[in-house]
Every structure is written in C-alpha cells, then in structure tokens.
C-alpha cells in the first residue's frame, strides 16, 4: 500500500470561469510541482480537454483521470469521473445533445479554448459551458453510472450549486457513497447538522479555476499498486471509492 496524493476537481481553461492558464499542460506541470500523483479535469459539462491533458500528465508522471462537472437541470454541480479517457469522450457525446445552448460572450465569460498537450488551439466551444443542462439529478446520475461514472455531489460545502445549499438535504434518490468537500474545516458542521454524511466516504478537492488553487500535497487515498502502473494505480482508486 502506497499514499497517492490527489485533486479530482480542476477546470481548465475550456470552462470560462477557468483561467486561460489554466491549460492542460500547466495543469499537469502544476500537478508535479506539486509532488499529485493523481489528478482530475473536470470541466464544466465537457471533457473536450480530456485528451489534451491524458498526453500532458503522461510526460510529468502524473496519473490522469478523466472527469466532467456537469450541472443538473436543478442547477446542482455533480463531479463524474470515468476510469477510461474513452468512457469520459462518450459520456460527452450524451451531455452535448443535452445542453442547453446560449451562445458565450467572451467579454464576459472568458473564450471556452479547447488545445491540445502543447497548448496549441484546436477550437472553442461557442456555447456557454456551465449553464444547466436539461438533465434532471436522477436522470442524471443514472445516465453518468450508464456510462461508467463514478458520481458523487460536488463541494457540498459551497452555497452556489451545492447539492445541500439547493435542495436543504442530501437526498436518499438516487444514493450517493461519496461526498466531495473543498474546504476540509466545513466537514464536521455539516456532518453535524446531516449525520447521514458521517456514513459517507469523503473526497477534498480543490474545484481549482486558477493554478494556484490546485491542492497541495495534503490530501492521498492508500491504494494498492503493485506491480505498479498507472492504470492499475487508477483502477484501484475506482475499487476503493465503488466500495
């Protein structure tokens, strides 16, 4: 058993509230300045920079997981992560034809770059990005677990898009395993206030927008990784959180 330290929540520079820094190859740089050896993008209702960043963790030593932030219909953040790069572009294909569309203002929300891990741009999304889907939370949840999903709410913590701050309760349908917080010192007065967290396994990430937000070398699952490879690395983080 080793210590894999971690951030599971990061824009990149294609959600328009991340930094135009905020690249795949920054990001991946960051991770190992950082001494991450596992990192997540998770951009808002997209992972168009999932391929980008795979290819960029690759040359730091960084094991990349692919992810989405998507917005219910509820306005609610749920973080989706898949444990292949390829189950994370079909989830994507599905989210697309559910999203709806308002054309980005650039002046206002930043320009949405898709690139590739050199940071070359290969195109924008036109579409503001984070805005709700037509997905309601079940219908949600359900389509990103029919994809091979791991999904939990994200930043429970926050008031905006926070699954509790909406809805005054953690639901029990559809049932969530996991929680994600992003600031470690709200756990223990919101678990106060809703015992049924106290059950939950716990994930601290960083919901990061700009490379300095990006976690320290603080927060780690113990996983087994022998004989090591970066895909076993992550198909054991998948085990231990699908407990």
Same mark, same amino acid.
């Given at each position: 058993?080793?210590?894999?330290?971690?951030?599971?929540?990061?824009?990149?520079?294609?959600?328009?509230?991340?930094?135009?820094?905020m690249?795949?190859?920054n990001?991946?740089?960051?991770?190992?300045?950082?001494?991450?050896?596992?990192?997540?993008?998770?951009?808002?209702?997209?992972?168009?920079?999932?391929?980008?960043?795979?290819?960029?963790?690759?040359?730091?030593?960084?094991?990349?997981?692919?992810g989405?932030?998507?917005?219910?219909?509820?306005?609610?953040?749920?973080?989706c992560?898949?444990?292949?790069?390829?189950g994370?572009?079909?989830?994507?294909?599905?989210?697309?034809?559910?999203?709806?569309?308002?054309?980005?203002?650039?002046?206002?929300?930043?320009?949405?770059?898709?690139l590739?891990?050199?940071?070359? %741009?290969?195109?924008y999304?036109?579409?503001?990005?984070p805005?709700?889907?037509?997905?309601?939370?079940?219908?949600?949840?359900?389509?990103?677990?029919?994809?091979?999903?791991?999904?939990?709410?994200?930043?429970?913590?926050?008031?905006?898009?926070?699954?509790?701050?909406?809805?005054?309760?953690?639901?029990?349908?559809?049932?969530?395993?996991?929680?994600?917080?992003?600031?470690?010192?709200a756990?223990?007065? %919101?678990?106060?206030?809703?015992?049924?967290?106290?059950?939950?396994?716990?994930v601290?990430?960083?919901?990061?927008?700009?490379?300095?937000?990006?976690?320290?070398?603080?927060?780690?699952?113990?996983?087994?990784?022998q004989?090591?490879?970066?895909?076993?690395?992550r198909?054991?983080?998948?085990e231990?959180?699908?407990?």
């Amino acid at each position: 058993m080793n210590r894999f330290y971690y951030d599971l929540h990061l824009h990149s520079c294609l959600s328009p509230c991340g930094d135009n820094d905020m690249t795949p190859a920054n990001i991946a740089g960051m991770a190992a300045v950082k001494r991450l050896e596992m990192v997540a993008l998770t951009d808002h209702n997209t992972a168009k920079n999932c391929p980008a960043f795979f290819k960029a963790c690759k040359r730091q030593g960084v094991i990349p997981i692919a992810g989405m932030e998507l917005t219910t219909a509820e306005d609610i953040h749920i973080v989706c992560l898949f444990e292949t790069l390829e189950g994370a572009l079909e989830f994507d294909s599905y989210v697309e034809k559910k999203r709806v569309l308002i054309k980005n203002r650039t002046d206002i929300f930043g320009e949405q770059l898709i690139l590739d891990d050199e940071d070359n %741009l290969l195109g924008y999304d036109e579409y503001l990005l984070p805005n709700a889907t037509s997905l309601p939370l079940e219908t949600a949840v359900e389509a990103a677990r029919e994809h091979g999903a791991l999904v939990y709410p994200a930043h429970i913590d926050r008031e905006a898009n926070g699954i509790i701050s909406t809805l005054g309760m953690l639901p029990s349908e559809p049932q969530f395993d996991i929680v994600e917080y992003r600031f470690p010192d709200a756990r223990a007065g %919101l678990e106060a206030r809703f015992g049924e967290l106290t059950e939950k396994k716990i994930v601290y990430s960083s919901d990061a927008h700009y490379l300095w937000d990006i976690n320290e070398r603080e927060h780690f699952f113990e996983l087994n990784d022998q004989p090591y490879s970066g895909d076993l690395v992550r198909k054991r983080l998948f085990e231990y959180l699908r407990k």
